[in-house]
């Protein structure tokens, strides 16, 4: 069973940066797309960043040029270095994955990021 676990979550202060991470276990298949999306509080689930295997990454409007997504493909792993933080960026960050054909999506279990001093 394919399993996405976070880690890199915590309480920053404003400026500051962190970086997440997210491995996926319990399949031998390399994600196809793995990305970060993030639900601040009383909001609804939004795009962070994606990469897809060969492509450029997509960012959220509201992160572009602050956050970085990169992976490593051959330990579907995937990371987001996030910098300039700003209360706004407080949110429960999930990581995604999308894996083999037909494509099937799975989500982490979430890390809490909050931004604050």
């Known amino acids: 069973q394919v399993r996405l676990v976070e880690s890199g979550g915590g309480l920053v202060q404003p400026g500051g940066s962190l970086t997440l991470s997210c491995a996926a276990s319990?399949?031998?298949?390399?994600?196809?797309?793995m990305g970060w999306y993030r639900q601040p509080p009383g909001q609804q689930r939004q795009l962070v960043a994606t990469?897809?295997?060969?492509?450029?990454?997509n960012y959220g409007d509201s992160v572009k040029g602050r956050f970085t997504i990169s992976r490593d493909s051959a330990k579907n792993t995937v990371y987001l270095q996030m910098n300039s933080l700003n209360p706004e960026d407080t949110a429960v960050y999930y990581c995604n994955a999308g894996i083999g054909v037909p494509l099937r999506g799975y989500w982490g279990q979430g890390t809490q990021v909050t931004v604050s001093s």
């Open positions: 990469l897809s295997s060969g492509t450029n990454p």
């Open positions: 319990g399949t031998t298949t390399r994600a196809i797309v």
